[in-house]
């Protein structure tokens, strides 16, 4: 019984700190969020451990409390970047002091999570995309509603002649969308391989796979210099990490169209914005960008 209570309770804490994730920080530009659907991510390959990831700008300071196979309390900082692998079977309780108050968080073994930003810079452990070492966390899996991907894809004047990027392309829906409504080709890129799996699957099921490719990798190594179009829906300190890839490879003309956030410091290459409403009555942002040659 404590067991089905503890995996209710895991599962709701999952749930909602996605939700809060991506509606919190998206809060500052619009106070109605929709509820995205949020799945964990099962890319890690650990069973044994939680991964905690430090994606934020500081070092982070943590306590690892005692609980069943943990000894403890153990104290732990973790450098920019780096990754703590608590070894454990069973979940895990971490005490993290923001600067405003303490708090607990219950991590499981097999999944990633990471310290990132809310909505007013508060630092607050989320759910991760992946345990990986070598590759960055660009965000957990949200997936963008089909509205608010057809409305991306006019905004960014998708035609047949058109390659479609998706970075981070979760179950593939943007690219496929894409090849399904105006015949373009398209290449999702994504570090889980169980999703990637789900992308191959859904272009076969769709009757699109002549058109589209999906590259499991991290999105961070990709080369974009074929991309006419770049559909995007990641963190804006992940946007900030690829946008020097963005410059590198994309062409004069190549549009960017970012769900719910701004590129940080695009200011330029701004096209227009707009909120697009969904039928439970809730707000999306979308983003326009055209690249205009080198700055
Ligand atoms: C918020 S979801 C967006 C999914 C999709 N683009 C959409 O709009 O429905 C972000 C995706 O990025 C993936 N991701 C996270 N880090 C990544 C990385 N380093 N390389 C490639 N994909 C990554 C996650 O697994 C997740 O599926």
Not at 179 to 197: H, Q, S, T
Not at 276 to 292: F, K, N, S, V
Request: charged fraction near 25%.
């Amino acid at each position: 019984m404590k067991r089905v209570v503890q995996a209710a309770l895991a599962a709701g804490f999952l749930v909602l700190a996605v939700l809060a994730l991506f509606y919190g920080r998206a809060g500052k530009e619009s106070e109605n969020r929709i509820d995205l659907d949020p799945r964990p991510s099962t890319v890690s390959p650990f069973r044994e451990e939680a991964t905690l990831r430090n994606v934020t700008k500081r070092p982070i300071a943590y306590t690892i409390m005692p609980g069943k196979g943990v000894r403890g309390p153990v104290a732990r900082t973790l450098a920019v970047g780096a990754i703590d692998r608590i070894a454990t079977d069973l979940p895990v309780e971490i005490s993290f002091d923001d600067g405003k108050r303490t708090s607990a968080y219950t991590l499981h073994p097999g999944k990633p999570y990471s310290f990132r930003y809310d909505a007013s810079d508060t630092v607050r452990v989320y759910p991760g995309s992946h345990g990986r070492e070598d590759a960055a966390d660009l965000a957990p899996f949200v997936p963008t509603p089909k509205i608010v991907v057809e409305r991306m894809l006019e905004t960014a004047a998708v035609e047949k002649k058109d390659l479609v990027y998706d970075v981070g392309c979760g179950d593939g829906r943007m690219v496929i969308a894409a090849a399904k409504l105006y015949g373009a080709r398209g290449v999702g890129i994504e570090i889980d391989p169980a999703l990637v799996a789900e992308c191959r699957a859904a272009a076969e099921r769709e009757g699109v796979s002549r058109l589209v490719r999906f590259l499991e990798m991290d999105a961070t190594k990709a080369h974009l210099t074929e991309a006419t179009v770049l559909a995007l829906y990641l963190l804006p300190e992940s946007l900030e990490i690829l946008s020097p890839l963005f410059e590198r490879d994309l062409g004069p003309g190549a549009r960017i169209v970012s769900h719910d956030y701004k590129i940080p410091g695009w200011e330029a290459r701004l096209v227009r914005s707009e909120t697009l409403t969904d039928e439970a009555g809730r707000e999306h942002a979308i983003h326009l960008y055209r690249m205009t040659g080198k700055t």
